[in-house]
C-alpha cells in the first residue's frame, strides 16, 4: 500500500501517524510506503528529542519516503550517506527512512512517480541562514536541468507528481500574491505542469488539505492512501 502525506516539521506535525490516528498501521509492512511531500524536519538540529522522534518514525511498520521541503536542515541532511533503493539514488537516514533527491523517478506498485523537493521560504526575515534557513531551499539551475533530462527520459508521462511547491498558477489562483513568491521553482512546476503527462500531483508546503483542482491536491495533516484508480483519505484530523 502507498500512503501520501504533507509536512510533518519535526516532531510538530508527526502525530498524525501515532496508533491511534494512523490505525491502519497495525496491518502495514516495510513493503508499503509513507511518502512526505516536505518540510520532514527531523533532521534540523541533532536534538535528543529529536534523535528521539526519528527512531519513533523508524519504528513504525512500513518504509518512510520524503521530499525535501523549505524547511530542513540541507547541510544535515546532505551529509546523509547516498544508497540505492529502488534503483534511484536516495539520503538514507535510517534503515527504513529515505530521503527523494529531487528530479527522483521511481515505480512503486505498478506506479510512476517523480519527485522533485524544495520551496522558498515566506518567512525568511525571522529565520537566520545556516542555522534556520539554507539557501538549497530553492534548487540549482543544474538540478532543474537534471528534473527536464528525467522527464525526457520517460516520454514526459507518469502517474504521480509529489512536490512541496505548487506550480505557479496554481499557487496565484489559490492564494494571490499574499504569503507565497512566484520564483524559479514555481515558474519550472508550471512548465512540467503543461507539459507532463500524469494522473494526480501532490504537494504540501501550504498547510492544508483540499483539492486544487481535478489533478493537483495540497495535503497536510491527512493521510492518503492509493487505490487503483485514485485515493482515499484514511485519515484525517478533521473527521
Ligand atoms: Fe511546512
Redesign the pocket.
Known sequence: MIFIT??I?GEY?IHKFSAKCFQMQKQLTRSDYMIIC??F?LLWNGSKSERWWLQWLEKKPWTTLFID???ENFDMLESCPLTEWNGIQVHQITEHIFHLCRGSIFELEGRRFFAFGGAESHDKVFRKKGISIWEQEMPSYEEMKQGRKALESIGWKTDIVIT?SLPQHLQMELFGWECYNRNELTDYFDEIDAKLDFKFWFS??Y?MSAPCDEKHFLVYNDILQLTKNGFDCVYSPIS
Open positions: 504533507g509536512d516539521h506535525d516536505g518540510d524536519g521541503g523549505n524547511h512541496h504540501g508546503h498547510h
